[in-house]
């Protein structure tokens, strides 16, 4: 199974939105590397809920429930979507600064291209961001 982390900022689309859809098609993706990630996703796969602008944190996990598939609502095939539902809320949000401070995350894509939209997270690093939302505040 493949971990990653997608991107959103929270006036767009929101966890609260997620929780009330309760399954969305993730789209919207345009960069280039982005959408390689994006086209990688297998179904089954889990993907951090991470929220972007102010909050900058990793708020609760998805989970794929199809492969990737040429979004219906674009005239570019190159474009892709990946439907997703809802798994779980984290106990507490892991935010940026706890993941910059740890040395876990070195060399990490999402610290290394911060534009980047949907990420994949080495295993190692999927099960820290676990237990740093674990940990008691």
Aim: positive net charge; charged residues 30%.
């Amino acid at each position: 199974m493949g971990h990653w982390l997608l991107k959103t900022e929270p006036t767009s689309y929101s966890w609260s939105n997620f929780e009330r859809d309760r399954k969305t098609v993730w789209d919207g993706v345009t960069n280039a590397l982005a959408l390689k990630n994006l086209r990688t996703i297998k179904k089954g796969d889990q993907a951090f809920f991470y929220h972007t602008g102010d909050e900058r944190s990793v708020i609760g996990i998805a989970q794929a429930v199809s492969d990737p598939y040429p979004n219906p609502r674009e005239d570019d095939d190159r474009l892709a979507v990946v439907d997703l539902k809802i798994q779980k809320k984290l106990k507490q949000p892991v935010t940026l600064s706890d993941i910059k401070a740890d040395k876990t995350f070195e060399g990490w894509d999402f610290l290394r291209l911060g534009r980047l939209s949907v990420v994949p997270v080495p295993e190692r690093m999927w099960k820290r961001i676990i237990e740093l939302s674990e940990a008691t505040p």
